[in-house]
């Protein structure tokens, strides 16, 4: 079965502690990104890579890092969690993201953190 | 300022009927424009893509028109169920920081009532 997984699906830390969340996709696809979900925001951007060690920031990307070291994961890193970031967080990838070429968006089921 | 707009309150409607949601934008000139499903929890699903020189696009109950006049997408759901109650969300292809990405609307809640 196509998709994107994610992990953990829940997370509470403290503020300060590193965490990472998981991300993988069966797909082969080339173009995976991260986004936060926050009410009334919508989905915005963190980070996006277009491939294996191809990243870049998206429009939020304060406070996060990420890594493409295969094409099939893509893990978020939080170095020191602050309670700004406590959201709701998806992973998604797509076969390929160039100008002209439009495909949709499959999208993990999302990790829900809360840092206190 | 760039910005995608839907309608931030929930859309009410009796089953049976036909549910239109609004996507509009301001300051973009997306080639394409995409509709996601969104189940509380979980993850968008995708549901139907239309491209700048579609007036409209049809899949099962669903119908997706898209005006660049105006600038605003019109999303329909025909003979509406409960099933059908979710957080629906527009996204559109926009040039930024020199590659092509989504840009998604915060999401109108449909609830559809037996």
């Known amino acids: 079965e196509a998709q994107v997984t994610q992990n953990p699906r829940y997370l509470i830390t403290v503020t300060g502690k590193k965490l990472t969340v998981t991300c993988s996709q069966n797909?082969?696809?080339?173009?995976m990104s991260w986004y936060r979900q926050d009410p009334g925001l919508g989905l915005r951007q963190i980070y996006y890579?277009?491939?294996?060690?191809?990243?870049d920031k998206g429009d939020v990307p304060e406070g996060y890092k990420v890594s493409r070291k295969e094409k099939r994961n893509f893990p978020l890193i939080l170095e020191s969690p602050s309670p700004n970031q406590t959201s709701l967080y998806f992973c998604?990838?797509?076969?390929?993201?160039?100008?002209?070429?439009?495909?949709?968006?499959?999208f993990g089921q999302g990790t829900r953190l809360t840092v206190v | 300022s760039q910005k995608i707009e839907q309608n931030s309150e929930a859309l009410n409607i009796q089953e049976g009927k036909t549910a239109t949601l609004t996507c509009n934008y301001t300051n973009y000139s997306p080639a394409y424009l995409q509709w996601y499903r969104q189940d509380p929890g979980r993850g968008p699903v995708f549901l139907l893509l239309?491209?700048?020189?579609?007036k409209e696009k049809r899949k099962e109950r669903l119908k997706v028109t898209f005006d660049t006049t105006l600038k605003q997408s019109l999303f329909h759901i025909t003979a509406s169920q409960p099933a059908d109650s979710a957080t629906y969300l527009c996204a559109l292809e926009a040039l930024s920081g020199g590659y092509n990405k989504l840009i998604f609307g915060a999401g109108t809640r449909l609830a559809v009532h037996p």
């Open positions: 998604a990838s797509s076969p390929i993201y160039r100008t002209g070429e439009n495909t949709e968006a499959f």
């Open positions: 239309i491209r700048e020189n579609e």
């Open positions: 797909m082969n696809h080339e173009y």
């Open positions: 890579s277009m491939n294996v060690e191809v990243t």
